[in-house]
């Protein structure tokens, strides 16, 4: 079974610049999390979607990133304009949905973003 | 104050040797915890996954929850170098919800 995919996995940009990424999430899975995690600390929820609908994005930081996720699949995550403190691994989770035996959050590789 | 609290590491251990790992938690709404590895570059990877308070085995791993200590504790015997990782601590209010990380406590096991 194919993991969770996301691209780019390095992403170096200048402050005000730009950037989106993109995840694949396990077939089946209906919820799928996009989480920052900032070097030497733990991953921190950005945004949670539920088939194609925002369960959670209350620690997003709506001024400046946005996140869909068209037709319930794929998603992307994007910041405009990125600020220096955005530089951080950006990983993707998804898992099969909402039930106790069916809660296991499965991590894709990340996206190591640096913002210069 | 974090709502995890992880000791960072590293924690250095000869190969062979009993890994002990702990967090603490102050929200006390938390029912499911979790143990993920994480290796260098790459994404978590879940370890153990347990509800509410008691103990789960799984081959070398041992995970504990004592919610009325608000502690959990995973313990690895006869560590190899290939454990040599990142233990995060993780934990959710409901199944479904956003995971809560601690910090993450860095381990490395020499032969």
């Known amino acids: 079974e194919a993991g969770v995919a996301q691209s780019p996995r390095y992403k170096i940009i200048e402050k005000r610049q730009s950037v989106a990424f993109w995840c694949n999430p396990i077939s089946g899975h209906a919820t799928l999390y996009w989480y920052q995690q900032i070097l030497g600390q733990g991953p921190k929820l950005l945004i949670q979607?539920?088939?194609?609908?925002?369960?959670?994005d209350s620690q997003l930081p709506k001024d400046r990133f946005s996140a869909e996720r068209l037709k319930g699949v794929d998603s992307t995550l994007k910041i405009q304009p990125a600020k220096l403190e955005d530089s951080a691994v950006y990983l993707c989770a998804s898992s099969l949905g909402q039930t106790v035996a069916k809660n296991i959050q499965y991590f894709g590789a990340g996206t190591r973003l640096s913002v210069l | 104050q974090k709502e995890v609290e992880q000791d960072p590491g590293p924690l250095s251990v000869p190969e062979g040797a009993i890994v002990s790992l702990n967090c603490t938690y102050s929200?006390?709404?938390?029912?499911?915890f979790m143990w993920y590895r994480q290796y260098s570059r790459k994404g978590p990877e879940l370890l153990m996954y347990t509800y509410s308070s008691g103990n789960k085995e799984d081959g070398r791993f041992t995970a504990q929850v004592d919610k009325s200590s608000k502690y959990i504790s995973l313990f690895i015997r006869d560590s190899q170098p290939s454990d040599s990782a990142t233990y995060l601590c993780a934990m959710s209010k409901a199944a479904g919800n956003k995971l809560t990380f601690g910090g993450g406590t860095r381990v490395l096991v020499k032969p």
């Open positions: 979607f539920q088939n194609n609908g925002v369960v959670d």
């Open positions: 929200n006390s709404a938390f029912q499911y």
